[in-house]
């Protein structure tokens, strides 16, 4: 099973862009997804997660007003709606799925990751 990330690319400040992550095994359920971002030299950051079975989502404080995660479990697929981008959001952005919360030490799949740049 593969995580596939897209959506990422170059945006100017203020502006919104919706990542998708696809499981590309059609009999694959994962039970809790998130996504991450890392931007160079800093440490990987939790940004949201989303518990599959009822949908219960989690967005770190910090990034709530902007950010939103969904599901869309007939295609197997999580979004993450960023709005109101600053350049301080670029960075690389990682789709996982199979861990607790927002410990990315504690997932055991990841995405290749899409890169979000914003200026």
């Known amino acids: 099973v593969q995580l596939v990330e897209s959506g990422g690319g170059s945006v100017q400040p203020g502006t919104s862009l919706k990542l998708t992550c696809t499981a590309t095994s059609p009999s694959y359920r994962s039970y809790c997804m998130a996504w991450f971002r890392q931007a160079p030299g800093k440490e990987r950051e939790g940004i949201a997660v989303i518990y599959t079975q009822r949908g219960t989502t989690f967005v770190t404080p910090s990034l709530k007003d902007r950010f939103t995660i969904s599901q869309d479990n007939t295609k197997k697929t999580v979004y993450l709606q960023m709005n109101f981008l600053r350049p301080d959001d670029t960075a690389m952005y990682y789709c996982?799925?199979?861990?607790?919360?927002?410990?990315?030490?504690?997932?055991?799949?990841w995405g290749q990751g899409t890169q979000v740049t914003v200026s």
């Open positions: 996982a799925a199979d861990g607790t919360g927002l410990l990315h030490r504690s997932y055991k799949r």
